[in-house]
């Protein structure tokens, strides 16, 4: 593993041509994904500025461009007419100013009227490395680009740690006022979110206090990347709470997790129906982040970095490394979060194959699973030893999956085994193959479960217990185009 140096890490970027040879190299990656969002170069991370506007998706996301470290960050900017395709449209927001000196940090966009606006944190730090987080924005011009504020619209509160970051924006019609609730840390290092509001969306901010959520008030460490809407007449609050272990999730300090329950804007609590779930079962999923002005109030549209904070991957090696997931949709029924891959998926789809134990590089996969145990390997050799393996307990509901077998093993101290328990039987897992990502969804979205996975060339086989199972390769929806 190469080791950086600060300055090397947190080098500006000022010229492209700096990095041209970089994705020259980069793209010729067996693992380079050919239908989910990746970095152009360096790691891509979390999910940034999701939101509709005008009938196009804008999307950014974490970006580092030298290799795969989390140095300077900027906000890489890509574009969507369907959640499918995505455009690379250059550089969002660099860090270029004196209160984002090291980093345009994560945050969050909503469009209103005629204009869209982004919120992100300004990772200011001294000569002495003593941090300032800003929360500032930046609006998309007549050109398409993101255009900065000329100064941020608060800055940090004494009252908490320098932990205060990731505004997620959004708009109380009740309230008439818009909110930002941003991820926090108190100065004795529990995880909170500070809310922010006000009735202009660029200024006129004040403080309105910590969000109460009874039951949570030590739960982790920091709450990364705070999100919350209302779906389906429930309201969602999803969080990335670090610093701390959990039930389930081996030796992962770094979490997903969200709660369905009532938010009170007057009263500024969230109170939970039940205990928090985790939003994806894999082993690498966070920062999860939905859309704004999606349109229908019973459905969110999400998207998650495939990585996790503090984890190193394979690619690392070849100077990048991260993805953004498949957008999913959400929903409540029944007082439950459903979670399935984005509408339209399927036009995808470029042909179907025989169940004949070839695996593409890139597929979809839906088993139709009988009743009893079931075992499924992806990425199998050909002597049908190896893969990724998931095997379902029909008498405790539980699938587990594991990464051990395969030829390249990572985070192996983190963890290599995880469970997902089931409220129901197994009865149908859909499956997304990328050249380096597995997503399965369970059932018809009661869970979800993403990893990366890279075979190496003699891992492209499966195998699973009797099941109807289809197959399609699908269709190069993301360009892995040089712009910056
Ligand atoms: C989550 C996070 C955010 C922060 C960003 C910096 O992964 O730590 O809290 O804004 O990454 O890249």
Redo the contacts with the bound molecule.
């Keep these: 593993m190469k080791e950086w140096t600060r300055e090397e890490r947190y080098r500006a970027l000022q010229n492209p041509e700096e990095i041209r040879g970089l994705h020259e190299r980069i793209k010729t990656s067996a693992y380079r994904q050919t239908y989910h969002v990746q970095p152009v170069t360096g790691l891509s ?2 999910p940034n500025g999701f939101a509709l506007h005008q009938g196009k998706w804008h999307l950014c996301y ?1 970006w580092c461009p030298w290799g795969a470290v ?1 140095g300077l ?1 900027y906000w890489y900017h890509v574009t969507s007419p369907d959640l499918l395709h995505w455009t690379n449209e250059g550089i969002g927001l660099a860090p270029d100013r004196d209160y984002d000196n090291k ?1 345009a ?2 945050g969050s966009a909503i469009s209103v009227g005629d204009a869209l606006y982004f919120y992100y ?1 300004g ?1 200011h730090r001294d000569e002495n490395w003593v941090r300032t987080p800003w929360t500032c924005a930046a609006v998309l011009n007549a050109e398409g680009r993101l255009e900065k504020l000329d100064a941020p619209l608060f800055g940090p509160r004494a009252d908490h740690s320098e932990h205060q ?2 505004p997620k924006v959004v708009w109380n019609a009740e309230q008439q006022r818009y909110y930002i609730f941003l ?1 926090a840390q108190t100065l004795d290092k529990r995880g909170c979110v500070l809310v922010y509001e006000s009735a202009q969306p660029l200024s006129g901010w004040r403080f309105a206090g910590e969000l109460k959520v009874p039951g949570y008030e030590a739960f982790g460490g920091m709450w ?2 705070p999100y919350i809407t209302r779906i389906g007449g429930k309201d969602l609050l999803i969080f ?1 709470p670090q610093y701390t272990t959990l039930p389930g999730r081996g030796n992962s300090t770094n979490h997903n997790v969200y709660l369905l329950g009532t938010m009170d804007y007057e009263a500024l609590t969230f109170t939970p129906d039940g205990p928090y779930r985790f939003l994806d079962y894999g082993f690498d999923f ?2 999860a982040q939905g859309a704004a002005n999606v349109g229908d109030p019973e459905k969110a549209i999400l998207i998650a ?1 495939i990585g996790l ?1 503090d984890n190193h991957y394979p690619t690392e090696a070849e100077d990048w490394e991260g993805s953004m997931s498949l957008p999913r949709e959400l929903r409540v029924v029944g007082g439950r979060l459903v979670q399935t891959p984005i509408q339209g998926v399927e036009r995808l789809r470029t042909a179907e194959l025989a169940d004949d134990g070839r695996l593409p590089a890139a597929c979809e996969l839906e088993i139709a699973v009988p009743a009893g145990d079931f075992d499924l390997a992806l990425f199998a050799r050909a002597d049908g030893t190896g893969g990724l393996t998931l095997h379902y307990d029909a008498a405790s509901r539980v699938c587990t999956v594991d990464r051990r077998a395969m030829a390249k093993r990572f985070n192996q101290a983190v963890f290599e085994v995880l469970d997902v328990p089931l409220e129901t039987p197994l009865r149908k897992l859909r499956v997304f193959i990328d050249r380096s990502s597995t997503e399965f969804f369970f059932n018809d979205g009661e869970a979800a479960f993403t990893t990366h996975s890279y075979p190496e060339a003699d891992e492209h086989r499966f195998n699973h217990s009797p099941a109807e199972v289809k197959l399609w390769t699908l269709e190069t929806s993301v360009r892995d185009d040089f712009v910056v």
């Design positions: 991370s979390d974490q989390h960050k980093g940090h994560s944190t990772n970051r990731d991820g990364e990347c990335s966070y920062a970095w904070p």
